[in-house]
């Protein structure tokens, strides 16, 4: 038994320190910095940039028309992997080549994906870079590493996004077996139950911290996915490392999702891991699993268009000027991190028990 008695933290446990800007990149307007970011991913040799912002491949986010919608600002979604081929086939012959390039293809990791793996690449239009997402909540199993190393040999010029996992050696382990973009963690997100009825995760922020240096120190990238509450956060998942932020309770219940309002127009919003999620993508519920996601109604909320625009890409301009980052690389050199009281008082705590 090991116990860890380094202080962790989630993006609720900090806030970033404002500081002045460079004298020689004066940041002079949340309209002078850049928010677009060139990645070169090192398994698959492509050369790709984008506004790293990542709609969640959740079936309720990751739809084809919120890959419209965020394309008008260059961001990106990963649709999510119950559209069926025919479906992925008719949307890329009938979409525009600037929606197609910020768009991930998300599969699991079961031996029924890979005749899909193996068929996604004759049916994409050359010259968009694909991009691969391999979802799975648990990217510890041996049999997740295999399905990575079968995809990247089967799609040796593809983006391969995949996870989640939330440790350094993880982190490094799926790298090393072909990944591009490592999606890190578990049971951040909002309608996520896995640390209540599992009891293992990793607070969000160090595990974005950890996975970032071990991924970097190899060329790779990572993706922060989960846990962010409001638009600040992802200023701090930046700070923290992240080459991409994946969101998905922050865009639910906007037109573009899936939604079926109810009479007093709320919309169904849950985790993929929930009940209705195994009911409503596989008509079944197992008897061997537990519901590790929540089930929520939320108000519907119009277009995600001004959201993105003003919130989520305001929020993260604001962020940038206000501790004197020009470029979106810039955030984790510029990134101080002060804990919050609430914080502060954990670590206060905790230390006096170790001192009686």
Not at 144 to 157: I, Y
Request: aromatic content about 8%; glycine content about 10%.
């Amino acid at each position: 038994m090991l116990i860890d008695t380094q202080v962790k933290l989630d993006y609720s446990d900090v806030l970033l320190r404002p500081k002045r800007s460079n004298i020689a990149e004066d940041v002079n307007s949340r309209n002078s910095v850049t928010i677009g970011r060139e990645f070169n991913c090192v398994n698959s040799g492509q050369v790709f940039s984008c506004v790293p912002i990542i709609a969640s491949n959740m079936d309720t986010v990751g739809t084809f028309e919120m890959a419209k919608a965020l394309s008008q600002f260059d961001c990106m979604t990963a649709i999510h992997k119950f559209y069926s081929l025919n479906d992925i086939f008719d949307y890329m012959e009938n979409c525009d080549s600037s929606i197609l390039r910020n768009i991930f293809i998300s599969i699991g990791s079961q031996n029924s994906d890979k005749k899909k793996i193996r068929n996604i690449n004759s049916i994409y239009k050359k010259g968009n870079g694909l991009k691969i997402c391999i979802d799975s909540a648990n990217g510890y199993l041996q049999s997740f590493v295999k399905f990575v190393e079968f995809t990247r040999n089967t799609l040796p010029e593809a983006v391969i996004m995949a996870g989640n996992i939330a440790t350094r050696e993880m982190a490094e382990q799926l790298i090393l077996s072909g990944v591009d973009i490592v999606k890190v963690g578990i049971g951040p997100g909002s309608v996520c139950l896995t640390r209540k009825m599992t009891g293992v995760g990793y607070p969000q922020l160090s595990a974005v911290i950890e996975c970032a240096e071990a991924a970097h120190g190899l060329g790779g990238l990572i993706c922060a996915d989960g846990g962010c509450e409001v638009p600040g956060d992802i200023v701090k998942a930046f700070g923290g490392g992240a080459d991409f932020v994946m969101l998905g309770g922050l865009l639910a219940a906007h037109e573009e999702c899936h939604i079926y309002k109810d009479e007093d127009g709320k919309v169904d919003f849950y985790g993929m891991s929930s009940r209705k999620a195994m009911l409503e993508n596989y008509g079944e519920y197992a008897e061997y699993r537990a519901s590790e996601g929540r089930e929520v109604k939320l108000k519907y909320r119009g277009s995600v268009v001004p959201f993105i625009q003003h919130d989520i890409l305001g929020g993260l301009r604001s962020g940038m000027t206000l501790i004197g980052a020009k470029r979106l690389k810039d955030i984790p050199k510029r990134a101080e991190f002060v804990l919050t009281n609430k914080q502060l008082n954990r670590v206060y705590e905790q230390y006096e028990t170790k001192e009686l």
